[in-house]
């Protein structure tokens, strides 16, 4: 098993910025990437960006150039540096852990969710 643990959500006026951390403890050998999903309501569940255990990442194209994926392997944490936020990043976003390289399999090993709301 593993657990994960959200932090770093908030309200922020477009424009602005957050940080989103998520903590991984437990059985984590048996990942070697996490992701970042949100879901908005009315919405399916996307995957935003993913970074893997040799530090690769990827973004859905409505991130690209605004948010960056990190990870501190000492720390088996996670970020994600949200920049230039725009009302439509408003969603309740995930953490997740699973295993890639060039891809991403989600685990079923989620974070709680913590509410990212941009503001007009």
């Known amino acids: 098993q593993v657990q994960l643990v959200e932090s770093g959500g908030g309200l922020v006026q477009a424009g602005g910025s957050l940080r989103l951390s998520c903590a991984a403890s437990?059985?984590?050998?048996?990942?070697?990437?996490m992701g970042w999903y949100r879901q908005a309501p009315g919405n399916q569940r996307e995957l935003v960006a993913f970074?893997?255990?040799?530090?690769?990442?990827n973004y859905v194209d409505s991130v690209k150039g605004r948010f960056t994926i990190s990870r501190d392997n000492a720390k088996n944490t996670v970020y994600l540096q949200m920049n230039s936020l725009k009302p439509e990043d408003t969603a309740v976003y995930y953490c997740?852990?699973?295993?890639?390289?060039?891809?991403?399999?989600?685990?079923?090993?989620w974070g709680q969710g913590t509410q990212v709301t941009v503001s007009s």
């Open positions: 997740n852990a699973g295993r890639g390289s060039g891809y991403y399999r989600p685990l079923d090993y």
């Open positions: 437990g059985s984590i050998d048996s990942i070697n990437a």
């Open positions: 970074i893997t255990s040799g530090g690769s990442t």
